[in-house]
């Protein structure tokens, strides 16, 4: 259906209609009556009412989490504006371990960007979603110490993302710790920003988990911090 809609009207790439990824990109039907999209699988959707069960609102960071941070630009640093290219840096220039592990010589194994399919039960609240072979990406995984961290990346500072970006990586690992198929100690999440202004560039980290691991709307935050990258 999404397909021959998109091609009648000339919208370029019907995935993309169903790929919204924070409350900017919402045509105003969606708004005013407050429903929000999410992703069963195999090219089925669901409408599911209140916005903010589905989106959350990123927090305001303290101002004693901001930081400067000076590194030596590599050739391949911001190269471009790619999701790979932010978490790359924030990897390469070991903020990342500051971040999470407070410790610049840490040394977390990183697991590149993929997709995979799944099939599990979750609950919106009080709703209860079916997903049957659902595609997810997860832009980056880190591991230390058994403690896993699933990242999200993206350019801009939006006022909210999509739930769903970070609790499908998070269900689907926390799935496999319920199983006994991974020996994982811990779950969480991180969600990237970048923006350039004043050709600096400014990282915004936010840290979450779910404390209800079986529910989306169980999001919660455990820190944030933003590290303005001054290239010596």
């Known amino acids: ?30 708004l005013e009556n407050d429903y929000f999209i999410v992703h069963l699988g195999e090219g089925k959707h669901k409408f599911v009412k209140g916005i903010t069960n589905g989106f959350h609102e990123f927090e305001e960071i ?12 590599s050739i391949l640093n911001e190269f471009d504006t790619s999701e790979s290219n932010i978490l790359s840096v924030v990897f390469n220039q070991r903020i990342i371990h500051d971040f999470l592990y407070d410790d610049i010589v840490a040394n ?14 979750y ?4 709703e209860k979603i079916t997903a049957t072979n659902l595609q997810m990406e997860i832009d980056l995984t880190t591991e230390y110490n058994g403690v896993v961290t699933v990242f999200e990346g993206k350019n801009n500072f939006p006022q909210n993302f999509a739930v769903y970006q ?17 020996d994982i100690k811990e779950i969480n999440c991180c969600y990237v920003l970048r923006k350039k202004e004043n050709n600096q560039s400014i990282i915004k980290i936010y840290q979450y988990t779910f ?22």
């Open 166 to 182: 970070l609790y499908f990586p998070f269900f689907y690992y926390y799935t496999l710790k319920k199983n006994n198929k991974l």
């Open 62 to 73: 303290p101002e004693e989490n901001k930081f400067d941070w000076r590194y030596r630009k």
């Open 211 to 232: 404390e209800k691991p079986n529910d989306m709307t169980a999001i919660k935050l455990i820190k944030s911090a933003q590290y303005n990258l001054i290239k010596r």
């Open 123 to 126: 609950f919106i609240g009080e």
């Open 108 to 121: 977390p194994k990183m697991y590149g960007a993929r997709r995979t399919k799944t099939s599990f039960e």
């Open 1 to 30: 259906m999404v397909r021959n809609v998109s091609k009648k009207i000339g919208f370029g790439n019907p995935f993309d209609a169903t790929k919204l990824d924070n409350t900017e990109k919402f045509p105003k039907e969606l």
